[in-house]
């Protein structure tokens, strides 16, 4: 994917990157979510866990209990965050 590509796709720019997909565990922009974004300076897709307070990332790492994890995993499956040989690579993780 081009830089242009994830522009035109983006649901949200920061300066860092451009937001391709997420899902959240609780309230939008004051919970964790798990996010596809393209990194302007790398120019690559990356899935990350973050955790937003009060619509502000938080600098701190994002804990979720396992019932939630579960929940949000879901919840990103359905949003998109992860590509269909993504998901198939973790079926085959989960089946070994």
Known sequence: ???QEAKALAIKETGYCYVLACAWEGTANDSVCLERIFT???CVEEI???WWKGGNQATRPADIDAVN???LFENAVQQDVF???EK???LKALLR
């Open 69 to 71: 994890w579960v929940s």
């Open 88 to 90: 198939l690579g973790m």
């Open 83 to 85: 590509k269909d040989t």
């Open 48 to 50: 990350r866990l973050a």
């Open 40 to 42: 302007k300076e790398r």
């Open 1 to 3: 994917m081009t830089e």
